[in-house]
T-cell receptor, first 112, second 114 residues
Framework: DTEVTQTPKHLVMGMTNKKSLKCEQHMGHRAMYWYKQKAKKPPELMFVYSYEKLSINESVPSRFSPECPNSSLLNLHLHALQPEDSALYLC???????????FGPGTRLTVL | QKEVEQNSGPLSVPEGAIASLNCTYSDRVSQSFFWYRQYSGKSPELIMSIYSNGDKEDGRFTAQLNKASQYVSLLIRDSQPSDSATYLCAVNAMIYNQGGKLIFGQGTELSVKP
């Protein structure tokens, strides 16, 4: 199994809602990542988990809260988002940090 | 100076031609280099990884790395309309004790005309 899966595929939420994005991989990878991508721009790193510990937080606002319950799962909890947070949210994993990263299909988020 | 720079696109080539995509990077310590293909509305797909100087071939794709010149390229031979996508160059920044971090270029949009 060489896939990274993400749910949901699409999410529409209001600015007062709380929602979560989920990511799962069964490749035995020990590094997992959250990226945000706006139209016509490259992915922008948000968080890196290495061996289930948060190793990089790219100064992301606290309305985004990552969680790594185990080595296969990665969540991104969303609360009080702004319309400018609307984007494609991508999860990726790699065997270890520095190795090639494999992306999931992404969650298209719209904040109204 | 941007950390990873790519040709500004769009790049248009006729079907069957060779498409050449270029990328330069500023971090001399970087050891890992990647090319991703991204179709409109989809997520990036890893198509090539290269770690040492020289050429690496995989089917119609050839990646070339020159660490002295801080330059990495991707050649696509016999280009097909299905190759039309945005190609992202990525460099793994060697940040001590912070795990891996991919630095992406802005991407080059490739259009292959039938």
């Amino acid at each position: 199994d060489t896939e990274v899966t993400q749910t949901p595929k699409h999410l529409v939420m209001g600015m007062t809602n709380k929602k979560s994005l989920k990511c799962e991989q069964h490749m035995g990878h020990r590094a997992m990542y959250w990226y945000k991508q706006k139209a016509k721009k490259p992915p922008e790193l948000m968080f890196v988990y290495s061996y289930e510990k948060l190793s990089i937080n790219e100064s992301v606002p606290s309305r985004f809260s990552p969680e790594c319950p185990n080595s296969s799962l990665l969540n991104l909890h969303l609360h009080a988002l702004q319309p400018e947070d609307s984007a494609l949210y991508l999860c990726a994993s790699s065997a270890v940090a520095y190795n090639e990263q494999f992306f999931g299909p992404g969650t298209r988020l719209t904040v109204l | 100076q941007k950390e990873v720079e790519q040709n500004s696109g769009p790049l248009s080539v006729p079907e069957g031609a060779i498409a050449s995509l270029n990328c330069t990077y500023s971090d001399r310590v970087s050891q890992s280099f990647f090319w991703y293909r991204q179709y409109s509305g989809k997520s990036p797909e890893l198509i090539m990884s290269i770690y040492s100087n020289g050429d690496k071939e995989d089917g119609r794709f050839t990646a070339q790395l020159n660490k002295a010149s801080q330059y990495v390229s991707l050649l696509i031979r016999d280009s097909q309309p299905s190759d039309s996508a945005t190609y992202l160059c990525a460099v793994n920044a060697m940040i001590y004790n912070q795990g891996g971090k991919l630095i992406f270029g802005q991407g080059t949009e490739l259009s292959v005309k039938p």
